[in-house]
């Protein structure tokens, strides 16, 4: 069974500038999750999608990210415009999302992102 | 407000000795939990979860243990191995916020060939 995938794996960009990062989750996996890891920090999450719905984007910060999962299944998170602070490794993870309980996530490479 | 805490960067264990990595947690709906071990450049991997129903939970080498009443969950490794060095974080959520997961900030372990 293929993981999560993710692309770039690498992108440096400037400030102000724009980015987008692609997710597509294991194949049947209904929900879908956006996670911001800073250095030395555990992942945070910025958002969660339930097939093309947004359950949950309290921790994303809306002025400047978006997110969307058109169809149900891939889904990008966009940054515009890009801060210093925005430097950090950005994992997509999915679950089987059947069950209103508790899921293990399976998370993606993730993709580095560095802000000059 | 970190809800979930690891409070040891980093763990050094020679191998075949047994690993002990901690977690605290401060949110007592917490009712989930799990660890996940990363490597360098890849994302975090499940290793194991506990329900709060239950206080220990065993896959092979690994099993970890809840203590409630403290708020502290930890991953057991025995033996170690020199392919267990990587970055562990546990991960904790409530039956009230869904699926969402509270990561800690991740205990850096090496294995001592």
């Known amino acids: 069974e293929a993981g999560v995938a993710q692309s770039p794996r690498y992108k440096i960009i400037e400030k102000r500038q724009s980015v987008a990062f692609w997710c597509n989750p294991i194949s049947g996996h209904a929900t879908l999750y956006w996670y911001q890891q800073i250095l030395?920090?555990?992942?945070k999450l910025l958002i969660q999608f339930q097939n093309n719905g947004v359950v949950d984007d309290s921790q994303l910060p809306k002025?400047?990210?978006?997110?969307?999962?058109?169809?149900?299944?891939?889904?990008?998170l966009k940054i515009q415009p890009a801060k210093l602070?925005?430097?950090a490794v950005y994992l997509c993870a999915s679950?089987?999302?059947?069950?209103?309980?508790?899921?293990?996530q399976y998370f993606g490479p993730g993709t580095r992102l560095l802000v000059l | 407000d970190q809800q979930v805490k690891q409070n040891s960067p980093s763990l050094?264990?020679?191998e075949g000795r047994i690993s002990i990595l901690n977690c605290d947690y401060t949110n007592s709906m917490f009712d989930y939990f799990l660890w996940y071990k990363k490597y360098p450049?890849?994302?975090?991997?499940?290793?194991?979860?506990?329900?709060?129903?239950k206080d220990k939970n065993e896959d092979g080498r690994f099993t970890v243990f809840l203590?409630?009443?403290?708020?502290?969950?930890?991953?057991?490794?025995?033996?170690?191995q020199p392919g267990d060095s990587a970055v562990y974080f546990c991960a904790a959520s409530a039956m009230y916020t869904g699926n969402q997961f509270y990561f800690g900030t991740g205990t850096s372990l090496t294995v001592i060939p």
């Open chain 1, 40 to 43: 030395g920090q555990g992942p």
């Open chain 1, 63 to 76: 002025d400047r990210f978006s997110a969307e999962r058109l169809k149900g299944v891939d889904s990008t």
């Open chain 1, 85 to 87: 602070e925005d430097s």
């Open chain 1, 95 to 104: 679950s089987p999302g059947q069950r209103r309980v508790q899921e293990t």
């Open chain 2, 12 to 14: 050094s264990v020679q």
């Open chain 2, 41 to 53: 450049a890849e994302g975090p991997t499940f290793l194991i979860s506990i329900s709060s129903i």
């Open chain 2, 67 to 80: 203590n409630k009443s403290a708020k502290h969950l930890s991953l057991h490794i025995v033996p170690s």
